[in-house]
Nanobody
Framework: VQLQASGGGLVQAGDSLRLSCATSGRSRYAMSWFRQSPGKEREFVAAISWSGGSIDYTDSVKGRFTISRNNAKNTVYLQMNSLKPEDTAIYYC?????????????????????????WGQGTLVTVSS
């Protein structure tokens, strides 16, 4: 599967951005967004199950970011509000065959990069103070 992330840019603190991740193919994937700042490891930001019924966020973005998906369009979104300079990073979308969040499975999403089989190329988000 191929993932194409878009929507990054340069904004001021307090502004909003919406990232999109278009996926090829029609397989069932749980999706996540990660981010990576210079000199830091790639970190988990948000995850959404295949059905969209289960969602999780890292604590630093709760209440500000919203992950969603439109399976008819094979696209996942990350709405980012009240952006802060510390949100500056390259944002990556990722996909996994993990069925977390579906009936009868774990409610905890995979949160480490090695747990994801597919990655997009990343989109840069820069938040100025």
């Amino acid at each position: 599967v191929q993932l194409q992330a878009s929507g990054g840019g340069l904004v001021q603190a307090g502004d909003s951005l919406r990232l999109s991740c278009a996926t090829s193919g029609r397989s069932r994937y749980a999706m996540s967004w990660f981010r990576q700042s210079p000199g830091k490891e790639r970190e988990f930001v948000a995850a959404i199950s295949w059905s969209g019924g289960s969602i999780d966020y890292t604590d630093s973005v709760k209440g500000r970011f919203t992950i969603s998906r439109n399976n008819a369009k094979n696209t996942v979104y990350l709405q980012m509000n009240s952006l802060k300079p510390e949100d500056t990073a390259i944002y990556y979308c990722s996909a996994t065959h993990n069925t977390w969040g579906e009936a009868g499975t774990t409610t905890t999403p995979p949160a480490f990069p090695y747990e994801y089989e597919y990655w997009g190329q990343g989109t840069l988000v820069t938040v100025s103070s």
